[in-house]
């Protein structure tokens, strides 16, 4: 399908959607309107799942996407665990100074082979 220009209207006949229909009325050179910047500025703020998962959700079906979308965060939160559990034992490995504690069979004057 070959794009179809209409100077005129300020339209184009090619589309994301198959449903999108021209209105005939050239479109403002004037940028966005503040409705939405604002929603353009939340979005970035947000990240794009704020406004894009009702999207992906209707181009889904619903059950399908319920289901993705509890599997993420199932996978979200052993991930979370994974996470915390790595943190917890590098804070085991440490002394209150921050400084990595000395094993039971390290000798004090060499502290395991790296000069002090």
């Not at 799942?49 to 319920?66: D, E, K, M, N, Y």
């Not at 665990?81 to 590098?90: D, I, P, Q």
């Amino acid at each position: 399908m070959k794009p179809s220009n209409d100077k005129e209207s300020g339209t184009s006949s090619v589309a994301a959607s198959p449903q999108w229909k021209p209105t005939g009325k050239p479109r403002s050179k004037d940028g966005f309107s503040p409705t939405i910047a604002f929603c353009f500025t939340v979005n970035y703020i947000l990240g794009t799942g704020f406004l894009t998962i009702p999207w992906a959700f209707v181009q889904g079906g619903l059950l399908l996407s319920a289901c993705v979308l509890v599997l993420v965060g199932i996978l979200s939160d052993v991930a979370k665990g994974y996470v915390l559990e790595t943190m917890a034992m590098a804070e085991a490995m440490l002394d209150s100074s921050m400084h990595w504690k000395k094993s039971k069979g390290e000798d004090a004057r060499t502290n395991g082979g790296v000069g002090v």
